[in-house]
């Protein structure tokens, strides 16, 4: 007897935490600029710099970067600010060469002025997991196995084959498009990544998406001083990574790292044209997937098996997809008199709270933070902050049980306006769904037959099968073999023989030896 073996290298779940940070400081504009008066809309983004993982935790680094559009001197002003921090998320059974992801996000921020410096604080959102490569010897087949009985199941493995961190510097040149009033003194540029398609070829892989710009600035027409303006600009970016095969999976993750906005085109001190810089960072994972048999289990109708059984859990990605949609909404916004707000710049920030399957949808629930600078009837500037729910709607792309789901959200433009005692609001949001399985994998590594004989029990058995039953359950604990079993009952129908199991409520006769 003799048996032939596979080595399977897998990526298991090795946990997965979902943690709060708190960042705190003190901004102030540069020495060229006033001081600060009022503050009109205060924004805030963070980058993870590093993740590495340790014994039982992930040590996190990032920054938040602080945007602040302010007013004095009877004029408006921006600038920009950032801090760096440290976090440590606790996450048990960590091992140091564990693949970890991490995702953060700004979920509040609040503000207040002492002295002329803005004292902030920003709460950051971090959902972090990983997964451990295992290698193991599991068997494929075997010959000269006698009457041994063994149970091949098809499996899908898939492990993690490198990981690789880049960035790419976009430089870009956009107009403003005529009729619309020329830039006077730009005041804040904020920005996002979305990935389009994502390739991988022999040595390298290539990412391409868009990125989405935001941009406010001053004007000198006097009933709109501010003007907001949103563009979109494509990248492609070349990765060379050894490993990388045309037959691999790659997943990919870009985010804004630096934005820098300038005024070009200059024409008695206004501005017909923006120049942006801007630094990406990428992250690109390849994955391989393997198809194969292996033995799963295995019985001899005529002798005692020992046999060694592995069981591990398996996370994989088997469905993903980007969509981009519009969301309108409004809410109550109650004054003690109408003072004819108008919008003249907005963001929001998108938080989810929940992303659950219903029936053949998949809901996505959040709160998106919402910002305005407004103009009143006496063309005073004001902030004014709310919140709004929203809930989107997606098909389930035909999964409906023992799956998670996986959102990446974003918000790419916003308009609002005031209607009565109600703000109307606008949401062009594009979110990237995944479908995540887990699955109990079952894989024998290792089958001795003893000297041992199994006493036949004569005669013949009739056994009434349940719906749902295993064949190879049935003639494993009656020693007997699923062919025997189909050659005395041939009202099985081919259905039952072909999956292994029944279809319906059966009565089967068992034949063994000395019958």
Not at 386 to 402: C, E, I, R, W
């Amino acid at each position: 007897m003799r048996w032939y073996k596979e080595i399977l290298n897998i990526d298991t779940p090795q946990g997965r935490a979902v943690e709060q940070a708190m960042v705190e400081g003190r901004i102030a504009p540069p020495a060229t600029q006033p001081a600060v008066e009022k503050v009109l809309m205060l924004n805030a983004r963070t980058v993870i710099l590093s993740t590495e993982p340790m014994k039982d935790m992930v040590m996190m680094e990032g920054r938040v970067y602080f945007d602040v559009i302010y007013e004095s001197e009877q004029s408006v002003y921006a600038f920009e600010s950032s801090a760096n921090f440290k976090h440590g998320i606790e996450m048990s059974g960590m091992e140091t060469n564990a693949m970890v992801d991490c995702k953060a996000m700004i979920s509040g921020i609040e503000h207040k002025m002492e002295a002329g410096v803005i004292s902030v604080k920003a709460a950051v959102s971090i959902e972090c997991s990983a997964t451990m490569r295992i290698e193991m010897e599991a068997l494929s087949g075997g010959e000269d196995m006698g009457d041994m009985q063994m149970l091949y199941t098809p499996m899908e493995t898939c492990w993690g084959v490198d990981n690789m961190n880049s960035s790419m510097i976009m430089k870009e040149e956009v107009m403003i498009a005529q009729g619309l009033p020329s830039c006077e003194r730009m005041l804040s540029t904020y920005a996002h990544a979305t990935v389009g398609r994502v390739s991988a070829e022999d040595g390298k892989v290539i990412v391409e998406g868009d990125v989405h710009i935001t941009t406010s600035y001053l004007c000198s027409d006097p009933t709109v001083p501010i003007q907001q303006r949103e563009y979109t600009l494509p990248f492609a970016h070349l990765m060379m990574m050894k490993q990388a095969k045309e037959s691999m999976l790659v997943n990919a993750g870009v985010q804004v790292a630096e934005i820098y906005g300038s005024m070009t085109g200059q024409d008695e001190g206004e501005s017909r044209a923006f120049s942006y810089e801007i630094v990406l960072s990428i992250n690109a994972k390849l994955t391989q997937k393997s198809e194969m048999k292996l033995v799963s289990d295995a019985y001899s109708p005529s002798f005692k098996v020992e046999s060694s059984k592995d069981k591990f859990e398996i996370e994989k990605c088997v469905n993903s997809k980007n969509t981009q949609t519009m969301y309108q909404g409004s809410v109550e916004y109650s004054k003690d008199e109408d003072k004819g707000y108008r919008v003249l710049s907005a963001c929001a920030k998108p938080y989810m709270t929940n992303v659950v399957q219903d029936g053949a949808n998949v809901m996505i629930e959040g709160v998106a933070a919402i910002s305005m600078i407004c103009m009143n009837r006496e063309g005073q500037l004001e902030s004014i902050e709310t919140q709004m729910p929203y809930s989107l709607k997606d098909d389930s792309m035909g999964y409906m049980q023992d799956v998670d789901y996986g959102c990446d959200l974003n918000i790419m433009g916003t308009q609002c306006m005031f209607k009565g005692n109600e703000i109307e609001i606008k949401l062009s949001i594009t979110y990237s769904l995944s479908v995540y399985s887990k699955e109990m994998m079952n894989v024998l590594s290792n089958v001795n037959m003893t000297e041992e004989p199994i006493q036949p029990r004569k005669g013949v058995t009739v056994y009434f099968a349940k719906k749902g039953e295993r064949l190879w359950d049935i003639a494993s604990t009656y020693s007997t073999t699923m062919d025997a079993i189909a050659k005395a009952n041939q009202g099985l129908s081919e259905y039952d023989l072909e999956t292994g199991c029944l279809s319906d409520d059966n009565k089967l006769i068992l034949y063994r030896s000395g019958a």
